[in-house]
């Protein structure tokens, strides 16, 4: 009982996301700012902008549906926690079994609905185009990256995530077999955390902060806090599906090589952010369906036929 | 005991992320200007917490230039009550500060402060990036 509530709200529960979360928004805005010569912000600045959403007076516009605005970011705070908790940390996953992956997947996709879902009940303009644009860019950047991590699945010969990071340790990383599946994961993952250069949903000089616009104060705290998670998840789970070296390095390396991969991954997104410039929804859609797809289709073709 | 404690951390957040919506009520587009400048590498405002936002609902301070024309006053008093509380206004540029030389256009109310409660009036024309981080700097201390 005690070692679950620790499992829950202290190690791979509630604070280890929440620090992880505040880590890779404080990384990432110190390196955009980097790339673009500025200073950056100071370290102390995630949980500075959150006390301040905090302190701030809750408004909403009148015929914004206020149960639905209140739940849908408390809803996906859940999912991306939950799906914490179910990702190995250097081979640490005490909530590990068959076919967590496919479980892992559906606790991200939910708060991309739960944001298209806000765009609708909080009655503004800009939220309704904002997540309506999220639903097309969910359809764009979803298939392809769900065949995408199906590769490491086959290949592995198991859904359980703890299983695939493991097995490595005899295969080697599956980034050396799956290199374009490994590419096509990360840009899946951007789509996903609508981090630029595909942040179509909220492109602040078209819709304003797309779905979010009409939300202030601490609902806009709890939904800056679920981006956070759930980038930290996602950069978890591709480092564990492509690239676990838990196994090979020293034990004692175990963690420290897992967390440097983790924060490459947050160097290559925030790269990524800073050098392309964004997509219109017609070419990510035009990108996802007629390069993506089949790359991915491809990928896993190789990898089956690598089995045989 | 708590209230107060939980008040000063609230307080050391808000003095320390500023996030700014800028509206121009109807100027010459001069102090916008100066406003962009401030994003840049030079003038890094992100250093300091403060960060440009587009929507009214997630600002604390708005940053006003130009006179505010007849047609403006409604817009401007809008995005002012779409803001949450705490919230303050900073007046960029002398059109902004009094009207400056269009105070006698019969289209021209006057100051910003002929429609909001202004906190802090950064004088010129326009004004310089270092006049407008000394104001915001002014406007942090003052909270």
Known sequence: ?308 | MFRTAMDRVYRWAQKNSIWVLSFNTGGCNGCDIEILDLLTPRYDVERLGIMAEASPRHADVLLCTGPVTRQARSGLWQIYSQMPSPKWVVAVGSCSNTGGMFLDSETVLGGVDSVLPVDVYIPGCPCRPEAIIEGLVNLIERI
Not at chain 1, 139 to 158: D, H, K, N, Q, R
């Open chain 1, 1 to 308: 009982m005690a070692e679950s509530l620790f499992y829950l709200l202290i190690f791979p529960g509630i604070t280890f996301q929440l620090v992880c979360g505040w880590f890779f928004e404080w990384f990432d805005r110190k390196l955009q700012a980097r790339f673009q010569r500025r200073v950056g912000p100071r370290w102390f600045q995630p949980l500075a902008d959150l006390l301040k959403l905090f302190s701030k007076e809750d408004l909403l516009p009148s015929g914004a549906n206020e149960f639905a605005a209140a739940a849908l970011p408390l809803i996906s705070l859940g999912a991306v926690l939950t799906a914490g908790v179910y990702v190995p940390i250097a081979g640490f996953s005490p909530a590990s079994f068959e076919g967590d992956l496919i479980v892992i997947i559906f606790l991200l996709s939910v708060p991309t609905l739960a944001y298209y879902l806000a765009g609708i009940i909080s009655a503004g303009i800009y939220s309704v185009l904002g997540g309506g644009r999220s639903l097309l860019q969910f359809f764009s950047y979803e298939v392809p990256l769900l065949i995408a991590l199906s590769g490491p699945a086959v290949m592995a010969g198991t859904w359980s995530i703890r299983e695939i990071s493991s097995i490595q340790a005899e295969m080697g990383p599956f980034v050396l077999f799956q290199p374009i599946g490994f590419i096509l994961a990360v840009v899946g993952l951007i789509g996903k955390l609508k981090r630029s250069p595909l942040d179509i949903p909220k492109a602040k000089s078209e819709v304003v902060a797309g779905s979010l616009t009409e939300f202030g104060g601490v609902k806009l705290a709890i939904w800056n806090t679920v981006m956070n998670i759930q980038a930290v998840v996602g950069i978890f789970l591709l480092v564990n599906l492509y690239s676990s070296w838990s196994g090979i390095v020293a034990p004692v390396l175990a963690v420290p090589v897992f967390f440097l991969e983790s924060v490459l991954m947050i160097f290559v997104l925030s790269a990524a952010s800073a050098v392309f410039a964004r997509l219109r929804i017609d070419q990510l859609a035009g990108l996802g369906w007629k390069v993506l797809v089949p790359l991915a289709l491809l990928q896993l073709l190789v990898v089956i036929l690598m089995g045989v």
